[in-house]
């Protein structure tokens, strides 16, 4: 069994150091492209956490090459044809092996584009205080984690640094800042992908019970799908043989983090409780799982 190597935070002199997010590390390799480096750093709450969990940076770097390739006849992606050890020194080339990007340098939407099939998570909380998400009227008496019975909805949240708490939004806030016609079109995208991939992957034995996407554009306006796209870090996934209406199922993805850490005493503000060794373990287990089973 080979043992993983922590990779927590990049060390990249040969490129000029852009942003560090809550999982990736972005570099600029010219004017047109970026090398995204996908660590092993884990956050829950919208705060990143002291455990990392060994080669999680390059199982989802391995499911996003696997769904860019497999939408891109729905939308274009930011991947380029340039290999991300190409672009760094000989003696950097570990830290991106596996787990990097280079892509075409977009602007991104101030907005994340998160698509929902079923009524879990905050939009649990929020069905059962208002009867809707995001805004979003919903039949009375729905369950649990039942699925919604209109279809996938588009519940769009801002971009939070990180430290900072994402917020739901809606829609015409959104239309707000980014236009009637652009909103339109990620909206509608969003859903096509989402619903799309959760066709295929129920095929699989896993429901993909919501997931978040992000855009971007370029200098002529086209649309890109950016960042990373439908992992265990931006999805739930849930395994159907195990689904029952009426209860948060168990997952592939970090809820089984969110839920370990729901159980201990902290404020949900940064430091974060360091995670065990054997929830750490599992967790990467979980998300080795999801990839099998998809790909």
Same mark, same amino acid.
């Given at each position: ?28 390799? =010219?004017?047109?492209?970026? !090398? ?59 830290? &991106? ?5 280079? &892509?075409?340098? !977009? ?12 009524? &879990? ?52 806030? &959104? ?6 016609? !652009?909103?339109?079109?990620?909206? =509608? ?9 959760? =066709? ?64 201990? =005493? ?30």
């Amino acid at each position: 069994m080979t043992i993983e190597t922590v990779l927590f935070e990049t060390s990249i002199k040969s490129l000029k150091f852009l942003h560090r997010g809550k999982v990736r590390d972005i570099y600029v390799v =010219d004017d047109d492209h970026l !090398l995204i480096v996908q660590t092993d750093r884990l956050s829950a709450f919208d705060v990143i956490l002291s455990s990392a969990v060994p080669g999680k940076g390059k199982v989802l770097t391995a499911i996003s090459n696997f769904w860019f390739d497999k939408l891109t006849h729905i939308v274009p992606n930011h991947l380029t044809s340039i290999t991300p050890e190409s672009v760094v020194s000989a003696a950097e080339r570990d830290q &991106v092996a596996g787990r990097s990007f280079v &892509v075409k340098r !977009l602007k991104p939407l101030p907005v994340e584009a998160i698509v929902r099939g079923y009524v &879990v998570g905050s939009s649990w909380k929020d069905y059962q205080k208002n009867g809707a998400i995001c805004g979003i009227a919903l039949p009375a008496g729905l369950l649990e984690a039942e699925k919604l019975p209109g279809g996938a909805i588009f519940t769009p949240s801002t971009k939070a640094e990180a430290g900072a708490h994402d917020e739901n939004i809606s829609v015409a806030r &959104v239309e707000m800042l980014m236009g009637v016609a !652009l909103t339109t079109k990620v909206s =509608d995208i969003a859903v096509r992908l989402y619903t799309e991939a959760a =066709d295929y992957a129920a095929q699989k034995g896993i429901i993909i019970a919501d997931t978040k996407f992000e855009f971007g554009l370029d200098d002529l306006g086209a649309l890109y799908l950016i960042d990373e796209a439908l992992t265990p870090d931006s999805s739930r996934f849930w395994p159907a043989d195990q689904y029952t209406v009426g209860e948060s199922p168990p997952s592939y993805d970090k809820q089984f983090v969110r839920n370990w850490l729901e159980k201990q =005493d902290w404020n949900k503000k940064s430091p974060a409780p360091a995670l065990p060794d054997d929830i750490l373990q599992q967790t990467i287990e979980k998300y080795q799982e999801a990839m099998r089973l998809l790909s």
